[in-house]
């Protein structure tokens, strides 16, 4: 196993860790804002791949298993899933489209990409945070040198990133709790079963700038870069 594999194994395990242990414990993160979507507002600017027609028939039996036991869940649509790059504007109230902003991002964001290539994304396994299913995602050394060269130049030109989880991550999220869990238990036993399992791949052959909201529900592409 290589030095970026390691990483993001120890990575999704502790936050898997660190999210069973609060949904036994019954401190799951209830998402308010999903009972009444089209009320929320808040917008946000990031850089993401799009993994529309990425996930498998496994990771569809599992969903379909797991809705069984919590009907109550959000489950993303595929049209909705993604890998984010990097944030720059995380999803807000009072969000201000700036044209000046969105060209100063795709110039950094194209500067970043000189000598880029496409590059492959394996997902391998379902885990739990304390407040969703995220999907793991594996890849070589591509997605991080477009991330230290994005960093690298945002320092350079005093750009603020954001950041919910440590930017080595490749994981999707999949599902949202919209409310309490009922079975705990035996929802845990079912995400369990498939920590490991083969849920789909993708070959990343450009990137998107996009304006969304928290679920990427409702996405305004501002530019796609496509990879050599």
Known sequence: MDRVAEELDALYARINREGEKAIQNGREVVDPFLNNMDADERLGLTL?????????????????????????????????LHITVMEFISATRGFVRDGDRNDKMIELIENALCGAARFDLEFKGLIVSDAAVLGKGYYRQGLNQIRNKLRSLAREQRVGLEQRYQRTSAHFTGMRFRSTLKNRSEFLKIV????????????????????????????EIIKKFVLP
């Open 192 to 219: 369990r079963e498939y920590n490991f399992a083969a849920i789909g791949s993708l070959r990343v052959n450009e990137l998107e700038l996009v304006v969304h909201d928290w679920y990427n529900r409702r996405k």
């Open 48 to 80: 993401q791949i799009d993994m529309r027609g990425t996930t498998n028939d496994i990771y569809e039996k599992a969903v379909k298993r797991i809705r069984e036991i919590e009907p109550g869940l959000y489950i993303y649509p595929d049209s909705d």
